[in-house]
């Protein structure tokens, strides 16, 4: 997936592995410098690093993630950047 990203003009590739009625699963490629970009999602999410190493910022603080390092993603304005070629899996739960 971080290959695949490397080629894409933004830098990153997803592709949605689970949509269910509740919860969304989304495995995120990145490519190093590559981001997904400032949102605010409404609802409760986890983002897990598969490969590579990622920063989860906000306004008021950074989150480091490595390779199996697991973190709840914040209800507030978020992006993700890539310091390395990543891959991260996204949970998302709809409606709550």
């Known amino acids: 997936m ?41 609802w409760a999410a986890t983002l897990q690093v598969l490969r590579g190493e990622v920063t989860l910022h906000t306004a008021d603080e950074d989150w480091d993630l490595g390779p199996g390092e697991l973190r709840c993603v914040p209800r507030v304005r978020h992006k993700v950047l890539a310091r390395t070629p990543a891959v991260v899996l996204m949970t998302v739960a709809l409606g709550g």
């Open 2 to 42: 971080a290959a695949e990203a490397a080629e894409h003009e933004h830098g990153r590739a997803a592709r949605t592995v689970l949509h269910g009625p509740r919860m969304r699963v989304v495995v995120l490629g990145l490519a190093e410098g590559g981001e997904l970009g400032e949102h605010e999602s409404p």
